[in-house]
């Protein structure tokens, strides 16, 4: 399978419903919504200072800690 088909398969659209400002460039805000929409566990990016580190039970971790989570099995 495919990671492409693994992400299709296992995700979902979310419209945010409130517009946020908690970032500091308002164009990065939508992905906080988007988040906030679908009520994530994790938020994952790569730039973390950007963002904050919790958001509402939303934490923001990169994608190596994410895999840690989810599949530490895959880590070396």
Known sequence: ???SS???NHSRTVVPS???AVTG???DNI???CADAAR?????TGNRKRFPAFWKSTKNVTS???IGIAAPHLIR
């Open 31 to 33: 992905f906080v919504e």
């Open 6 to 8: 693994l992400v299709r």
């Open 25 to 27: 460039d308002p164009d």
């Open 64 to 66: 190596r800690e994410l």
């Open 40 to 44: 994530a566990d994790h938020f994952i």
């Open 18 to 20: 409130h517009r946020l």
């Open 1 to 3: 399978m495919s990671v």
